[in-house]
Structures are given as C-alpha cells and as structure tokens.
C-alpha cells in the first residue's frame, strides 16, 4: 500500500502511538548549541510542521489508511489543518509533561492533565452507537471528512495508555542525549534504549571508550 506522501518514514520504535507521537519532538532534551551566530542541528526537531506531516505519521502509526489520509488531505483546508495540527501539538506535550513527569518520580501539574480530559472529553462527542458484528460499538460517521479525525485517534490513544496498567511500563531510552519513550514488552520488562542499533551500540562504544582511557 502507497503512503500518503512522499517523505521521510516516521522512526517508530515506541511500540505505541502515543508514545511515538511525544517522539516527533526529536531531540527534545538536546541543548542548542550557537555556532557562527546560528543554530546547530543538534538541538530539539519537530517533525510534524505541517497538516500533511500529521496525516503520514497517523498513516504510518496504523491509525488511518492512506486512503483515508488522502482523502482528509483532499477536503481538509489550510486554515482547518493548521488549527488541527496546533491541537495535536498541544496533545503531544501534554502527554509529554504527564509522562515524563512519571517517570522522574514527579506530580504532572494540573495544566496538561486538563488539556487531556479536554482532548479526551471532545474525541467521544462526535462518535455513535453503531450495530457491528453482533454487537454495539462506537463509530464516527462519514469518517474520512472530520478534519479534526486525527486529533481524535490520538486523544484516544492517549486515553487507552494512560488509563491502563501499560502505564507501568513506559520507559525513556537511557541515552542522555536521546530519551525518546517506548513501551517496555521485553519478557524481563529490562530494555533499555528506544533502539539497540542506535543508542544501545553508541552507549556501549562510549562506556568501551571510557574504559580504555581509565
């Protein structure tokens, strides 16, 4: 199946959207450094500036088909997007304050825990009961024409995380430089990088490094 666009592929190693959602602020604990009066790269990235980044990351994340991404992208205005994609920024640091917050042993204020009942209260508003397979079940009708459907899935996704026992095993990547979040479901519940490829072989070859020069 063709992605909405083409563009980068989203890094998603958390092992749940919420999570990869809060990792689109790539870097977000990384200082910017100053350098011939401009800023290097190595400070915070945001990867969602456009209402089109939104669509492939919530195609990428399972929580859309391209073609119902297309179509939102289609009948979606520029002004609607852009309201859209500021509410799911908005969403994505206020999980970002309350999970981080967790898991430094810290109380979230109360800012971000009332913007998500607010996220949480507005993406259950526009569903109906619906007869499917035997049984009633929560829809949204005429799905593909909400601009706002992806703020929706998110702020529920948020909901199933947060409100659930998988709470327990959020975790941040051990690297300083990166902690980007993930869901622990290694059989110990012992990971510790968002990927061993990457942070885990750089921590390793650092603390090698260190070894040899001690």
């Given at each position: 199946?063709?992605?909405?666009?083409?563009?980068?592929v989203?890094?998603?190693?958390?092992?749940?959207?919420?999570?990869?959602?809060?990792?689109?602020?790539?870097?977000?604990?990384?200082?910017?450094?100053?350098?011939?009066?401009?800023?290097?790269?190595?400070?915070?990235r945001d990867?969602?500036?456009?209402?089109?980044d939104l669509?492939?990351?919530?195609?990428?994340?399972?929580?859309?088909?391209?073609k119902?991404a297309?179509?939102?992208?289609?009948?979606?205005?520029g002004?609607?997007?852009?309201?859209?994609?500021?509410?799911?920024?908005?969403?994505?640091?206020?999980?970002?304050?309350?999970?981080y917050?967790?898991?430094?042993?810290?109380?979230?204020s109360?800012?971000?825990l009332?913007?998500?009942?607010?996220?949480?209260?507005?993406?259950?508003?526009?569903?109906?009961?619906?007869?499917k397979?035997?049984?009633?079940?929560?829809?949204?009708?005429?799905?593909?024409?909400?601009?706002?459907?992806?703020l929706?899935?998110?702020?529920?996704?948020?909901?199933?995380?947060?409100?659930?026992?998988?709470?327990?095993?959020?975790?941040?990547?051990?690297?300083?430089?990166?902690r980007l979040?993930?869901?622990?479901?290694?059989?110990?519940?012992?990971?510790?990088?968002?990927?061993?490829?990457?942070?885990?072989?750089?921590?390793?070859?650092r603390?090698?490094?260190?070894?040899?020069?001690?």
């Amino acid at each position: 199946m063709s992605t909405l666009i083409q563009a980068p592929v989203f890094q998603l190693i958390a092992g749940h959207p919420i999570l990869d959602l809060v990792n689109t602020l790539d870097g977000r604990f990384q200082a910017y450094e100053a350098g011939l009066g401009d800023l290097l790269q190595s400070g915070p990235r945001d990867l969602l500036n456009r209402y089109e980044d939104l669509l492939l990351f919530i195609e990428q994340s399972g929580l859309l088909t391209a073609k119902q991404a297309r179509q939102l992208q289609r009948t979606t205005s520029g002004s609607a997007g852009g309201r859209v994609l500021a509410s799911c920024i908005e969403l994505r640091e206020a999980c970002a304050d309350i999970l981080y917050s967790g898991l430094e042993g810290r109380i979230p204020s109360s800012v971000p825990l009332k913007a998500l009942a607010r996220f949480f209260k507005a993406s259950l508003a526009p569903q109906e009961l619906a007869w499917k397979d035997s049984r009633l079940d929560w829809d949204w009708p005429e799905l593909g024409t909400w601009a706002e459907l992806p703020l929706w899935l998110l702020s529920l996704s948020a909901a199933s995380l947060m409100v659930a026992d998988e709470m327990r095993r959020v975790r941040a990547c051990e690297n300083p430089d990166c902690r980007l979040l993930f869901l622990d479901t290694s059989k110990n519940h012992t990971r510790r990088w968002c990927d061993m490829r990457l942070c885990g072989n750089r921590m390793k070859a650092r603390r090698f490094k260190a070894q040899r020069r001690g």
